[in-house]
C-alpha cells in the first residue's frame, strides 16, 4: 500500500514538471510573437507617416497608387491591399485617408513575395530571382508584358514551374517590361509585379576599311567592331538587288578585324550586331571605282607622208573593263596647245581599235589622243603618242627639183603622136 501511494505521488510530481515546462515555453513563444508583431506594426507606422508628410506636400498624388508604391519601396515583403496591410507575416487594418495603421488582424499564413531580384540582363532577356516566404512546394507563374501595353498584353512566359529563378527570353531591345511573379500554394496566393529595362545593342560600333582591288576584278573590305557580347554579321547585295526584307536574307557570321573578299563593284556590305532577336543599326560600305583605265596608243606600221595608223589597248586593275569598249581619236601638231585637239570625222564612239589619220602634211609631227570609254565602273581612260611625224615626198617642199624627176626621150608614132 505503501509502494502504491508513493507512485502516485511521483507521478503527479512528475506532470507538473512537465506542466511548468510547458508554460515557460509557451510563455517564451507567446513574448516572441507580441515582440516580432510590434517591430513589424513599427516599421509599418514609421513609413506610414513619411508617406502622409510627402503626400500633404503634393496634392497631386493619387491616394491608392502613391501609398501602395511610397510603402513597397521601403519594406521588402510588403504586401498592400485596399484595407489591409501584411509585413512580416502580420496583417494589420489600414486607413488610406490618413494613413494610418488600425488593429491587428492576424497572421498571414498563405505565401508571400518579399522581393523580386533581376540577376542579370542582355538586350533580349531579362533573369529574375524570387525571395518568397511561406512557399515550400509553390508553384510560380512568370508573366510580362511590355510597360506600353495595356493589361490585355500580359502573356505567360512560364506557367506553374517550381523553380523560384526564371530567365525571360526573346524580348525587344532598349524596351520597359512589367515582370509579373505569382505563386501558388494549398495555403493561398500571391503575386508580384516589378518594372526593367532591357540592355541596349551598341551603335556606331561597326566599321569598314576603303575597298582594296585585287587587280583581277575583285576587292576586299576588313570589318572591325569595338562591341563585345554580340554576334557580328554581314551580307552582301550586288548592284541593283533588292535590299527589302533585308532582316530575313542569309546573313553570315564574322569576327573582328576579318576580310570580306570576292567584291565587285558596285556591292554594297551591310553588317550588323544581332542578339538571336534584335539587330542592331546596319553599318555598310559600297565597292566604287574613280581609277580612269590604262590606255596604251601604239604606231601601228609606219607613217605615210600623209597618215598616221595607231592601234590602242586598255587595261583596268579595278572593277575590270566594260565587255563592249568604244574609242575616240583626236588628233593635233605638236607644236600646237593640247586645246587644239580635234576628232577627224567618223572617229568618235567607235568601235575599233585601231584608226589611220590622214589627209596629214607631210614632214610634219602630230601628237595623238585615244579615249576608251571605259571600265565597268564607267570612267573613260586617256592616252597619248606624241611626236609621230608623217613622211616627206622628195622635192614636196620645194616643188620640182632639178634631177628628182626625170624623162625618156621622145618617140613618136605612125599616127603622128608621141
Not at 62 to 69: A, D
Not at 101 to 114: A, F, H, N, S, W
Not at 188 to 210: A, D, M, Q, S
Not at 274 to 297: C, I, Q, R
Request: aromatic share 8%.
Amino acid at each position: 500500500m505503501l509502494t502504491i501511494v508513493i507512485l502516485i505521488i511521483l507521478a503527479v510530481v512528475s506532470i507538473n514538471v512537465v506542466m511548468g515546462e510547458g508554460g515557460l515555453i509557451n510563455r517564451a513563444k507567446h513574448a516572441k510573437f507580441e515582440s516580432e508583431k510590434a517591430a513589424a506594426r513599427e516599421e509599418i507606422e514609421i513609413v506610414l507617416v513619411e508617406a502622409g508628410t510627402e503626400k500633404a506636400l503634393n496634392d497631386a498624388y493619387n491616394e491608392n497608387e502613391f501609398l501602395n508604391k511610397f510603402v513597397e519601396d521601403r519594406l521588402q515583403g510588403v504586401r498592400i491591399d485596399q484595407a489591409e496591410i501584411a509585413h512580416k507575416g502580420f496583417i494589420f487594418a489600414l486607413d488610406r485617408s490618413v494613413p494610418k495603421l488600425g488593429e491587428y488582424i492576424g497572421q498571414e499564413i498563405g505565401p508571400g513575395i518579399r522581393e523580386i531580384r533581376v540577376t542579370g540582363k542582355t538586350t533580349n532577356s531579362i533573369s529574375v530571382e524570387v525571395d518568397a516566404r511561406n512557399a515550400t512546394g509553390g508553384k510560380y507563374t512568370y508573366l510580362y508584358k511590355k510597360n506600353s501595353e495595356g493589361e490585355e498584353g500580359w502573356k505567360e512566359a512560364a506557367k506553374e514551374i517550381g523553380e523560384n529563378t526564371y530567365t525571360y527570353a526573346d524580348l525587344a531591345e532598349n524596351e520597359i517590361y512589367n515582370l509579373k511573379v505569382r505563386i501558388k500554394t494549398s495555403e493561398g496566393e500571391v503575386e508580384r509585379t516589378i518594372n526593367e529595362t532591357t540592355g541596349e545593342l551598341p551603335k556606331g560600333t561597326i566599321t569598314f576599311t576603303n575597298p582594296i582591288w585585287q587587280g583581277d576584278g575583285t576587292a576586299k573590305v576588313t570589318i572591325n567592331t569595338s562591341a563585345t557580347g554580340n554576334t557580328m554579321q554581314y551580307i552582301i547585295v550586288k548592284q541593283g538587288e533588292s535590299t527589302e526584307g533585308l532582316p530575313q536574307k542569309n546573313w553570315k557570321e564574322i569576327t573582328s578585324g576579318s576580310e570580306i573578299t570576292g567584291l565587285h563593284f558596285g556591292d554594297t556590305v551591310y553588317a550588323r550586331l544581332y542578339d538571336g532577336v534584335n539587330e542592331s543599326d546596319y553599318a555598310s560600305v559600297t565597292v566604287e571605282d574613280k581609277t580612269s583605265p590604262t590606255v596604251t596608243v601604239s604606231p601601228n606600221g609606219a607613217s605615210t607622208s600623209n597618215s598616221i595608223a595607231v592601234s590602242v589597248s586598255a587595261t583596268d586593275g579595278q572593277s575590270g573593263m566594260k565587255e563592249s569598249l568604244t574609242y575616240t581619236y583626236y588628233i593635233k601638231k605638236t607644236s600646237e596647245t593640247d586645246t587644239s585637239y580635234k576628232a577627224p570625222a567618223g572617229a568618235t564612239g567607235i568601235a575599233q581599235n585601231t584608226y589611220t589619220f590622214t589627209g596629214l602634211v607631210q614632214g610634219t609631227s602630230y601628237d595623238v589622243k585615244v579615249e576608251v570609254n571605259g571600265d565597268k565602273a564607267g570612267n573613260v581612260g586617256t592616252g597619248k603618242l606624241a611626236n609621230q611625224t608623217t613622211g616627206s615626198i622628195p622635192g614636196g617642199n620645194e616643188g620640182i627639183v632639178e634631177g628628182a624627176i626625170t624623162f625618156g626621150n621622145t618617140t613618136w608614132g605612125s599616127n603622128n603622136k608621141a
